[in-house]
């Protein structure tokens, strides 16, 4: 599946597969929230729609996939999560 995020101030347009967002966010992540914000207009007015890709998109559409992940630390008092 694709996951389209759009910004419907700056029209910009992004796609994703389902499968690499489902590992960012997890599996219970509500559709009709974006996963995102918009880099200029925050996530208010960002659209985000699923579908599945069309046999012509094969190899020109793009997709933005995670390159790798980078884990961060934080320091925490022993005994707090």
Not at 2 to 27: E, Y
Not at 37 to 56: I, L, N, S, T
């Amino acid at each position: 599946m694709i996951v389209t995020l759009r910004c419907n101030l700056c029209r910009r347009k992004v796609h994703f597969l389902a499968s690499d967002l489902v590992d960012i966010v997890g599996p219970d992540w509500p559709m009709h929230e974006p996963v995102m914000p918009c880099h200029k207009h925050g996530r208010e007015y960002v659209d985000m729609r699923a579908r599945m890709p069309r046999q012509e998109e094969l190899g020109k559409l793009p997709v933005r996939r995670p390159a790798k992940l980078i884990q961060t630390w934080k320091t925490v008092m022993l005994g707090d999560n």
